[in-house]
């Protein structure tokens, strides 16, 4: 019987296949009643019809299941509805947070605690990625709704492209 080997530099990602892509993945996060945080899951649907080689993760935002999705990577590309109060309804920002923590963009998070918590608490207990990058969709609202506010729903092909070229997709 022949038997097949395959040579890679990249790590082993479990016993049975090997990664071409390395460690990383895009993790959507959002809630779907809440406006214009719906922004994380309706990309997340787009990213996964395009059937990338980086996995796509949808994720309420819930502190446990965040660091359960960042076990093992190397890069996390987070996409988020952000209110920073600076930019206008709409605007793509990436913000880094490898390194240093994210300024706490609000208190307003539908998730709980915010993504800027969850990423600080990983990192004290040393479970964050080196190499975590956030998307962030200007809100325009995050009250109870289940519609995009127009100028967040127009945002979405600049997010996507952000979201592909920091995953290194693009």
Request: proline share 6%; net charge negative; with cysteine.
């Given at each position: 019987s022949a038997t097949?080997?395959?040579?890679s530099r990249a790590p082993r990602t479990s016993s049975t296949s090997?990664?071409?892509?390395?460690?990383?993945?895009?993790?959507c996060?959002?809630?779907?009643?809440?406006?214009?945080?719906?922004?994380?899951?309706?990309?997340?649907e787009e990213l996964r019809s395009r059937n990338l080689d980086v996995p796509v993760h949808f994720?309420?935002?819930?502190?446990?299941?965040?660091?359960?999705?960042?076990?093992?990577?190397?890069?996390a590309v987070m996409v988020d509805a952000v209110l920073t109060g600076r930019s206008e309804p709409g605007t793509v920002q990436v913000l880094r947070a490898g390194d240093e923590p994210l300024p706490v963009i609000s208190h307003a998070s539908s998730h709980?605690?915010?993504?800027?918590?969850?990423?600080?608490?990983?990192?004290?207990?040393?479970?964050?990625?080196g190499d975590v990058r956030l998307v962030?969709?200007?809100a325009g609202s995050l009250e109870?709704?289940?519609?995009?506010?127009?100028?967040?729903?127009?945002?979405?092909p600049d997010?996507?492209?952000?979201i592909l070229t920091e995953a290194g997709d693009a």
């Amino acid at each position: 019987s022949a038997t097949t080997t395959r040579v890679s530099r990249a790590p082993r990602t479990s016993s049975t296949s090997v990664s071409i892509v390395g460690d990383r993945a895009i993790i959507c996060v959002g809630n779907r009643s809440r406006s214009d945080d719906g922004i994380g899951p309706l990309i997340a649907e787009e990213l996964r019809s395009r059937n990338l080689d980086v996995p796509v993760h949808f994720s309420n935002g819930e502190p446990g299941e965040l660091l359960d999705l960042w076990r093992g990577l190397d890069r996390a590309v987070m996409v988020d509805a952000v209110l920073t109060g600076r930019s206008e309804p709409g605007t793509v920002q990436v913000l880094r947070a490898g390194d240093e923590p994210l300024p706490v963009i609000s208190h307003a998070s539908s998730h709980g605690i915010g993504l800027a918590e969850s990423i600080e608490l990983a990192r004290s207990l040393r479970a964050l990625p080196g190499d975590v990058r956030l998307v962030g969709i200007e809100a325009g609202s995050l009250e109870a709704g289940s519609e995009l506010t127009p100028a967040v729903r127009a945002a979405i092909p600049d997010a996507i492209e952000q979201i592909l070229t920091e995953a290194g997709d693009a």
